[in-house]
């Protein structure tokens, strides 16, 4: 299965998402933005997203995923980190995935380095390190733990 990682933030379930023909389960925006953007890259694997995954309304249940959450993070097949709708160009996307994606940062990961590769600047890795996401503490245990 797929993990994701995301910022909860203090939203309130508005949005209708099919769970079959019949019913539907009430998401937050976020939720439901993630799902429409990542089902082509989970490649037909089980999404676990805590919002869907775990009763929201059960205190007991939540309290047990909780203590659960690093097993589930350490299991995945891989961790997918979703940091909102940015608001990137098509070409700044392009660019910053080119950057990520690279085998050279991947062995040669430094600050000088983001700087200099392919026009990408402080001022675009600056812009994505604005997402919430980065200000949350569970980020650490759900990147840590993740194989890939």
């Known amino acids: ?13 508005t949005e209708n998402l099919p769970i079959s023909s019949r019913a539907y389960l009430k998401v937050t925006r976020t939720v439901y933005s993630i799902l429409r953007h990542i089902s082509g890259v989970a490649s037909g694997l089980p999404i676990w997203l805590d919002a869907i995954c775990i009763n ?15 097993d589930i993070y350490a299991a995945a097949r891989c961790v997918l980190v979703w940091l909102g709708n940015g608001d990137l160009t098509h070409d700044e996307e392009s660019v910053l995935w080119s950057y990520l994606t690279s085998p050279y940062i991947h062995n040669n990961a430094t600050l000088d380095n983001i700087s200099r590769f392919g026009g990408v600047g402080d001022h675009l890795f600056g812009r994505v390190l604005q997402s919430p996401w980065f200000e949350r503490a569970w980020i650490v245990q759900e990147l840590c733990l993740a194989r890939k």
């Open 1 to 13: 299965f797929v993990a994701i990682s995301y910022c909860w933030g203090g939203e309130i379930p």
């Open 56 to 70: 929201q309304e059960d205190c007991e249940e939540k309290g047990v995923q909780v203590s659960m959450m690093g």
